[in-house]
């Protein structure tokens, strides 16, 4: 799933989750949760998601020290 597939389901579910509905339609498919929290860990899920792809890789920095003799 690309970074503009999960901002666009992530737009989906805050619009729903403001408006007080608890149906989401994106790509022709329906879902309809059960509760307010089961769509709050749906946003949940995907922020993580986008944080994960927009995040840089890591960089490990060894020190290196020459001594002389």
Do not use: N
């Not at 608890?22 to 309809?32: E, P």
């Not at 929290?37 to 995907?46: M, N, P, Q, R, Y």
């Amino acid at each position: 799933m690309t970074l503009d597939d999960l901002k666009s389901r992530h737009a989906a579910l805050l619009g729903a989750r403001y408006s007080g509905t608890r149906s989401v339609s994106y790509d022709g498919k329906s879902v309809t949760y059960g509760s307010d929290a089961e769509l709050a860990a749906a946003v949940s899920d995907i922020e993580r998601r986008i944080a994960a792809l927009e995040k840089p890789g890591r960089r490990v920095l060894r020190p290196y020290s020459v001594k002389d003799l």
